[in-house]
């Protein structure tokens, strides 16, 4: 005897090789048989993950024997398994189930069922953006052989859609349960109710059975190719056992119902969230145009008047003439009046020498003070209509007291008047902090 048949006589290692040849020949191969139809490339970019195939709702098993629970996925990055929402792997005192890595973990099995098993066992498929799950009861028997009615672990939809020329796809499956007997038979038939007889396999029907979990689950595809109006109406599958005790399952095969009013409901929705939107963006559209359009008025107002600053700002003037310069002063208040930064007050004031003090506490109280007086003298004349030529009104200047310079004014009323104000405006205590100033402060306005 070779040494490989002498290490096959433990039995130790034949156990193991033999539950290590069921998981490869059997759990391994589950997910690749079978499958759903391929999508085309669209679909795939729309769906994402998704499952292969039909998956069990309810599994069954007894005590003591080997066992594995399914979750067939493509296109998915990470597969989780949980336990009453436990997540793999776990204790011994929790589930006996480990991974088969060779079904790239699409399949858990124990080799030994035991009652800390029963449960709900979940499974999660996820990528970058999808996830999916799905959910199954194990329900374990303290019993060696199963004698009871077969137990459906697939829930089969009462309704299957599909148009004309479309191939149908039925599924059934049940556990049965396994008896030590010779002559036990377990089967699984479709009928379509109106025809009321069985149907087998030909060019129309294709019937497909799927055996599993050494005999003790039975399960049958039917496939319909190219449906047409006589292959519509329902259809039953029936799973018995020995004892002739049988479970049947119904689904009907109709045409997709087009429900126009909610169809009309749908395109109204639709059509509304169309307009909303696009009143949105027409309003958003509007604002900013207008933002923009004020800006650039704003902007084209600002370069064009580099005095703006002193537009935007109210300054206090009063505006001091002699009888000889009342029409004149009357001229300027009005030609500043037009302007809303200035805020204009006119007083009358002749040479009396109890008034210089007054007048002179006025010009305080003002941002400006505008002097015009009237003299024999050359001099005096001249600065006279040079004031009205250079108004600070037309030229914008910068908010300061103005006066007349009398230093080189002969000796007259005028000259005793502006010398005794001149005095008197040096004294103020702002003069005095702005006295490096004060030669361009006495200018003619």
């Known amino acids: 005897m070779s040494a490989v ?20 020949g059997g759990s391994a191969a589950y997910c690749d048989e ?69 079904s790239a973990n699409q399949t858990i099995y124990t080799r030994s069922l035991t009652s800390s098993d029963h449960g709900v066992y979940t499974c999660q498929l996820a990528n970058q953006t999808n996830i999916v799950k799905h959910s199954m009861k194990l329900v374990t028997f303290d019993v060696k052989s199963y004698w009871e009615d077969p137990l459906p672990t697939y829930e089969m939809a009462n309704v299957h ?39 087998v396999s030909n060019d129309k029907y294709r019937i497909e059975e799927v055996i599993r979990e050494n005999d003790q689950v039975l399960g049958a595809f039917l496939f319909i190719n190219k449906i047409q109006e006589t292959d519509y109406g329902q259809y039953m599958c029936s799973i018995s056992n020995t004892d002739d005790q049988i479970v049947q399952q119904f689904t009907n095969i109709t045409k997709p119902v087009f429900n126009y009013e909610q169809s009309d409901k749908k395109v109204q929705r639709d059509l509304k969230l169309i307009i909303f939107v696009m009143i949105a963006l027409i309003s958003i559209v509007w604002k ?64 009396d020498e109890d008034l210089i003090k007054t007048q002179t506490d006025l010009v305080k109280g003002f941002d400006f003070a505008v002097y015009l007086l009237s003299s024999d003298d050359k001099i005096t004349s001249s600065l ?62």
Not at 6 to 23: D, E, T, W
Not at 172 to 179: A, D, L
Not at 410 to 434: F, G, I, Y
């Open 34 to 102: 079978n499958l759903f139809p391929e999508v085309d490339d669209a679909q795939r970019q729309y769906s994402g993950v998704r499952f292969t195939k039909e998956l069990s709702a309810t599994e069954y098993g007894p005590l003591n024997s080997f066992k594995t629970l399914h979750c067939c996925g493509e296109r998915y990055l990470s597969l989780e398994w949980f336990k009453d929402n436990r997540p793999y792997p776990w204790p011994g005192d929790v589930s006996s189930f480990i991974l088969n890595p060779e």
């Open 384 to 445: 006279m209509k040079k004031s009205l030529q250079t108004s600070f009104v037309y030229n914008n200047a910068t908010p300061k007291k103005f006066i007349i310079d009398c230093s080189n004014m002969p000796m007259t009323p005028t000259k005793s008047w502006c010398d005794r104000v001149l005095a008197d405006l040096r004294s103020d205590e702002h003069t005095k902090q702005n006295k490096n100033a004060s030669n361009k402060l006495m200018r003619v306005v």
């Open 288 to 351: 900013r145009w207008w933002f923009y359009l004020t800006y650039q008025k704003l902007k084209k107002k600002f370069e064009s008047d580099k005095y703006a600053l002193s537009e935007k700002t109210i300054y206090n003037v009063i505006v001091f003439y002699d009888e000889a310069n009342k029409e004149n002063a009357q001229y300027l208040v009005e030609n500043m009046e037009h302007r809303d930064n200035y805020i204009t007050k006119k007083y009358h004031i002749d040479y």
């Open 161 to 199: 859609y599909a148009q004309p020329g479309e191939l149908v796809r039925l599924y059934c499956e049940g556990f049965v349960g396994k008896v030590g007997l010779p002559d036990a038979v377990n089967t699984i038939t479709w009928k379509k109710i109106s025809e009321k007889q069985t149907i």
């Open 5 to 24: 048949g002498r290490l096959l006589r433990l039995p130790l290692l034949r156990l193991l090789l033999a539950a290590a040849s069921v998981v490869r």
